[in-house]
């Protein structure tokens, strides 16, 4: 509720607001203000308003879009502040930065909810802390307090810090100020040493600088006299501890100093040596691109933007997992499902990054990478559109539904001519040399380039249908005239079982078996959904599972369902429901649709349980219409 007031408190007041004025009002820490201030500060972009800061002042907000922001008002009124899956993590991050036993009280009041629910979280928050090798102590009358080895608990506040964690930065950067005087003296040593660094790896060993201060001071620790030798990972960091002394007034003993020759030497380099790798790498990495291109028909190769992040990505990402250091991908699991292919593809990058360099990404970095290849997709489906330049609309007549659809298109096409014409108009429609046509008719006319037929008046789902159709490689020119959504004729009868099973492995085997035998599935189609399997699991959140495989070349589109009697537990995950995807290679968008309508069917649990209860598929197909809307949703 805190957040609310406060920000009713900005809303109503129209000038500086001094954090002091919130601590007094509501009667908590500098820090406690501090937070909530960062939060409102990092969420503003995207909830319709900026915070103004000046020094000595406070801070004065700026409301730029008044729905964006009533609608953020009405959900902290209902105390969405940190969403229940991620508050036990939240707790941890704020366990991580006190230096004494803090009450239950004080944690219930910093997340606003009751002490009853932080008792509940505990649990989890607990279970979170063993991942980072600490351990959370109780200790009746005192509280709770977090404890780990030095080396432990700086690796994670600079991980967290690097992720922009509100509640690691904000208390970092309270204690360890104006730091841009290290940053550039760090860079000159590098100059004046010949060493070589990205600014990825460049951020690792700043924030680390930043850390390491922050905990001297907070732990105080006790300086030592570390015996110094002339090489040159000893020179800088002797420069760096001496500086890093003076400035804040601390001491480090040799363990610290230790560590940050050790960090020091992961993220460094001579440019000899950076040089080599870098060629060999971006080599690696275009003889990949050349492959995928070839398999998926994709332009990945021509893309010079994203293979420029993508090795900046890889050239970080080999230097820590040699390191042993991987990050944590929040949205990971979710890629998996909505981008199947990309995802594919990810997978297979970092299969060559382990062939070749010895590393082995886990299931999050692998998360990173198909973002990079998924930002490239999103790219290409936009230049697909942006690619006709005249636009021909055949109507049944030239009057004001022929006016309407030529603004429809104009919307969808802002950068083409598009032209109407009547349907007895067809010679001067050849005359007008389209690169494409919408017609709500048959033409009587030959064209070589894509016609899509169309209804006399178009809805916005029509409009969102038209750009997922053109975004395709392969598709139905009456794709439009069909009322229900496209992937619907994906499945069928043929491929619908109720079955009694508890081995997901056979279960799945099964399936692919029978769609590579009935010739939908290439020769090898079961191999390649059991390796996909083997990477990591495609049973999902409620039971719901989507098996397919590493790489997409069916002869024929099919889903097959199958759903369980009885549901089953296979390595600690529900399995309910099947469904096995067996789609041609020139389907990714489509791949796309199906996978995120699978995906928000898994979110609705009742609906989950709705499908597994069908008795035939006529049910089950009128049940995934009740439920599942059109293809743009």
Request: with cysteine.
């Amino acid at each position: 509720m805190r957040l609310y007031l406060i920000m009713k408190d900005f809303e109503t007041r129209k000038d500086y607001i001094t954090v002091e004025d919130f601590m007094n009002k509501y009667n908590v820490s500098k820090r406690t203000i501090q937070n909530d201030i960062s939060y409102l500060i990092r969420i503003a972009p995207r909830n319709g308003f900026t915070m103004h800061m000046q020094r000595g002042q406070g801070y004065l907000l700026e409301i730029t879009n008044h729905q964006l922001f009533d609608e953020l008002i009405e959900k902290l009124k209902e105390d969405v502040f940190i969403p229940t899956r991620e508050r036990p993590s939240h707790i941890l991050s704020y366990l991580s930065v006190q230096n004494k036993y803090v009450s239950m009280e004080n944690i219930a009041d910093m997340f606003q909810v009751s002490k009853t629910v932080i008792k509940n979280d505990m649990k989890d928050v607990e279970e979170l802390a063993k991942q980072y090798h600490f351990k959370v102590e109780r200790k009746h009358h005192y509280g709770i307090q977090l404890h780990g080895s030095e080396k432990s608990m700086k690796r994670y506040l600079v991980d967290e810090y690097l992720n922009q964690n509100v509640i690691i930065q904000t208390s970092i950067n309270d204690v360890v100020k104006d730091f841009q005087k290290i940053n550039d003296y760090f860079v000159l040593l590098l100059e004046n040493e010949q060493l070589n660094m990205n600014y990825n790896e460049l951020m690792n060993v700043v924030e680390y600088l930043k850390v390491m201060v922050y905990r001297s001071y907070i732990i105080k620790e006790k300086d030592s006299y570390f015996s110094f030798k002339n090489i040159t990972l000893h020179r800088i960091v002797q420069s760096l501890i001496h500086l890093l002394k003076k400035e804040y007034q601390i001491g480090f003993n040799d363990e610290s100093i230790i560590e940050l020759i050790d960090v020091l030497h992961k993220n460094v380099r001579t440019r000899v040596e950076n040089i080599a790798f870098n060629e060999n790498l971006e080599k690696d990495i275009q003889d990949f691109l050349k492959k995928v291109d070839k398999t998926y028909n994709t332009s990945f190769l021509k893309d010079e933007d994203f293979k420029k992040m993508l090795f900046t990505h890889v050239t970080l990402l080999v230097d820590r997992l040699r390191n042993k250091i991987s990050y944590k991908n929040q949205l990971a699991n979710e890629l998996s499902i909505t981008y199947p292919m990309i995802f594919n593809i990810a997978i297979q990058f970092c299969e060559m990054l382990q062939e070749k360099y010895n590393v082995h990404s886990s299931f999050d970095e692998i998360g990173f990478i198909a973002m990079h290849f998924a930002g490239h997709m999103e790219k290409e489906k936009q230049d697909k559109l942006q690619a006709f330049d005249k636009i021909g609309v055949v109507c049944s007549s030239g009057g004001g539904s022929a006016y309407m659809i030529k603004m429809q298109i104009e919307s969808l096409f802002p950068n083409a001519q598009v032209q109407t014409f009547s349907f007895l108009a067809q010679k001067d429609l050849e005359a007008y040399h389209p690169d494409l046509i919408f017609t709500v008719m048959p033409l009587s006319l030959e064209v070589q380039v894509p016609i899509i037929y169309i209804k006399e008046l178009l809805n916005d789902s029509d409009l969102l249908r038209i750009k997922q159709v053109l975004q395709m490689d392969d598709y139905d020119a009456y794709a439009l005239m069909n009322e229900n959504p496209l992937y619907y004729s994906f499945f069928s009868k043929d491929f619908f079982k109720i079955v009694d099973n508890n081995d997901y492995e056979h279960l799945i085997r099964d399936m692919a078996e029978e769609l590579e035998s009935q010739g939908y599935g290439k020769i090898g189609y079961t191999q390649m959904v059991l390796q996909r399997e083997s990477y990591v699991s495609t049973i999902y959140n409620n039971g719901v599972c989507i098996p397919h495989p590493i790489e997409t070349d069916a002869l024929k589109n099919m889903i097959s369902v199958c759903i369980l009697e009885k549901p089953f537990m296979w390595k600690d995950k529900e399995v309910k429901i099947v469904f096995m995807i067996c789609l041609k290679k020139d389907q990714v968008e489509m791949y796309k649709v199906i996978t995120k309508k699978l995906y928000r069917l898994m979110q609705k649990s009742n609906y989950v349980e709705m499908l597994t209860k069908v008795d035939s598929f006529e049910e089950m197909m009128n049940l995934m219409k009740e439920i599942g809307g059109g293809n743009n949703e």
